[in-house]
């Protein structure tokens, strides 16, 4: 089962700052890597699939990019919503999500 | 875009029995693999069971395998998941998810969930 492994733990930035999110897999899964996003008392919703796709809905700050087995999610300028924590996840061995960025104000 | 709705959930004691149904509303479930995910307080997200669209294959984390069935209803348009001999590390937030279509290959890797539920909570406390 891989492993995903999210960096840092916790993001501390204000609106309009870039955020830059990390996610490291224990072994290579090419491209197949999504990132959801999880408000307060919300259900996770799915930003980015295949690593750089963004979702149906996901407006163009966010961005995903990487492969093998290091990934970015990259927000260019954080929206007050955006505070949230990130999850990162892959179906390539096991199915794994990564412990979460939590991007606090 | 249509709507997850998780129920069944609620106390229980260790060693004791939930089933939990996830229904669809405004698509056809059985187009869809549908998978269950889990939080428990404060936690990140553990993902538990899957099932195919068409019911044939079902996948289980190794924590709740022997335990937990999950199941699907095509009459109501829902999946289940039956959880037996729940234990304390079970308590958590459950969430049914639903598959993304996928097309052009590797879609066993490609299984990304679109659309969620809100979730229902189990505890499992004496």
């Known amino acids: 089962e891989i492993v995903l492994t999210q960096s840092p733990a916790t993001l501390s930035l204000s609106p309009g700052e870039r955020a830059t999110l990390s996610c490291r897999a224990s072994?290579?899964?090419?491209?197949?890597l999504a990132w959801y996003q999880q408000r307060p008392g919300q259900a996770p919703r799915l930003l980015i699939y295949?690593?750089?796709n963004r979702a149906t809905g996901v407006p163009a700050r966010f961005s995903g990019s990487g492969s093998g087995t290091d990934f970015t999610l990259t927000i260019s300028s954080l929206e007050p919503e955006d505070f949230a924590v990130y999850y990162c996840?892959?179906?390539?061995?096991?199915?794994?999500f990564g412990g979460g960025t939590k991007v606090e104000i | 875009e249509g709507q997850l709705l998780e129920s069944g959930g609620g106390l229980v004691q260790p060693g004791g029995s939930l089933r939990l149904s996830c229904a669809a509303t405004g698509f056809l479930s059985s187009n869809y693999a549908i998978s269950w995910v889990r939080q428990a307080p404060g936690k990140g997200l553990d993902w538990v069971s899957g099932i195919s669209g068409s019911g044939g294959t079902t996948y289980y984390a190794d924590s709740v395998k022997g335990r937990f069935t999950i199941s699907r209803d095509k009459s109501k348009n829902s999946v289940s998941l039956q959880m037996n001999n729940l234990r304390r590390e079970d308590a958590a937030v459950y969430y049914c998810a639903r598959v993304a279509p996928c097309s052009g290959g590797s879609c066993y890797r490609r299984y990304y969930f679109d659309q969620w539920g809100r979730g229902t909570l189990v505890a499992v406390s004496s």
């Open positions: 295949d690593a750089s």
């Open positions: 072994q290579s899964i090419s491209d197949y």
């Open positions: 996840q892959q179906r390539t061995n096991g199915l794994t």
